[in-house]
């Protein structure tokens, strides 16, 4: 499948008005009737492609979903969100991670974000989710009985290279700041406490998980590096052993970019169990010439084709549509584990200025080896 500009998906979420950004074409005629004026009008709306037309109807249909399990569901626990398989709440998580790029929560059914004065009456200190000196940025939402703390991704260039120099071994300040947020949560909100991220943020959600024992559900996500692991007193074995039993859930698009240089460098992998979204490339094209391959890869790793993908292929399905309690056999007991205490799209991007991007931050990196 080819992604393509969904304006009514991005409608739904708040991001664009569908009827003030439909391209209308300019009449030379001195005076146009109200007739000709509806009919041209009605033309330009038609002009959605069926995709994006049947991808607009199976969100519809989520979101519809989302609406009629919250007023059905129980209350949840850490321990429901655990476990290899996907489960229909991993769709609501990709909203919430998405939900904390922005400063300003665009809504989701049944998830609350915590504003700064309830954060400040639970006791964490908002600006400590803020940090613009290293790029740090997360947020805290409610759903169910279940706090879920959210981190973003790679903002600007320096958060691509954090999450490069970390699994290169570096000691990375916003990996700190994270662990320590988990902890004060855990702290303050009790034991259901969750944890979701994207990119850099799946890399500090990772680092937050086995620094608590409490699950997470991650994205396209960074690996976490050995020397990282020890400095938060957590055994590398052990984590790997954790995460792959159901600690850590890790949803991958074919063809990310992210994925494929950690793949290609002397990186960690992403912890927990993958489960991989197909993405096709669009023509034999794009796996023939180097820049088309290029451009599609970069799209696959933002939250957009995560989205538009979960929506397309609904993995939770294919395990007979796990919501709540996991349907894996584990030890629940493994998940109360005292363990040890310690976009923004690029989509918008032309593929000049992505490539350009790519080249410049890869030589950093090859001539950070070779120093």
Known sequence: ??????????????????????????????????????????????????????????????????????????????????????????????????????????????????SDDDLSQAGIDPDTLNDYSTGFQAGVYKHQGLYIVSFTGSNELRDFMVSIRQGLGYNEKQYNQAVELAHKSLKVFG???????????????????????????????????DPTLK??????????????????????????????????????????NTIELKYELGSIWDSILPHRYGLHSFKAHFLEAVLELMTEQKPWLNNGDAMLASTDVTDEGMFALNMPSLHSLAMTMDEPAIREQFEETYQQITSQRSG
């Open 1 to 114: 499948m080819t992604l393509s500009v969904n304006t009514s998906f991005l409608s739904e979420l708040g991001i664009y008005s569908l009827q003030g950004n439909s391209l209308q074409p300019q009449s030379n005629s001195p005076a146009e009737s109200l007739p000709d004026k509806a009919e041209r009008i009605s033309a330009s709306s038609i002009l959605l492609s069926e995709n994006t037309r049947q991808s607009n109807a199976l969100y519809q249909s989520l979101i519809n979903d989302i609406s009629a399990r919250a007023m059905e569901s129980p209350i949840l626990t850490a321990n429901d969100i655990a476990g290899k398989q996907s489960k229909f709440i991993d769709y609501n998580l990709t909203l919430v991670t998405r939900d904390v790029y922005r400063e300003q929560s665009l809504g989701i059914p049944s998830f609350e974000r915590l």
């Open 191 to 225: 034991e259901n406490v969750i944890f979701t991220g994207h990119s850099l943020g799946g890399g500090l959600a990772t680092a937050a998980a086995l620094a608590t024992g409490k699950p997470a559900v991650i994205y396209n996500a960074a690996g976490v590096s």
């Open 231 to 272: 400095r938060m007193g957590v055994s590398p074995e052990v984590a790997r052993e954790l995460a792959d039993s159901g600690l850590i859930r890790h949803y991958s698009v074919q063809y990310d970019w992210l994925g494929d240089l950690q793949k290609a460098l002397p990186v960690p992998q992403p912890m927990g």
